[in-house]
């Protein structure tokens, strides 16, 4: 293995051995996921491999901000484990933090937002040193 890849995988091991309660990475969670961490320390057992960025999945609802404003949007709500919703009336709303159920529709089409619901699988990131060797066969 190149020294530089050595040193980079000593890097993250390093910072991936502290404490949960004191890690903190450059995700805007902050954190491995919980639900993904044992893979993740099962991967960077192999030598070739090391994590670099993990998810374990999401579900999430974000709403738009205004048109031509840059950014100024707002997540709803977001959870990394399941999430059991009640079915009782308004309990998505609630969820959310949305006010009511009512639906109104905006005056002019300019003046819509939405909001968009995502389920994201889990993703990993990897970096990996891969040694290609060439082995010379005589068939004669």
Known sequence: MPASFDVRKAKILSELDTPDEQYEDLSPKGSVDS??????LEINT????VTTSSCAGRVSAYLEGTKGAKGGGQWLFTSHDAVDVPVADGAVYKLMG??????????????????HLKFEPMVGRFSYFLLLRYTWLSLF
């Open 98 to 115: 949305l006010e009511s159920a009512e639906v109104a529709a905006p005056i002019e089409a300019e003046e819509a937002r939405f909001v």
């Open 35 to 40: 639900g993904i961490r044992d893979l993740i």
């Open 46 to 49: 192999l030598a070739q491999y």
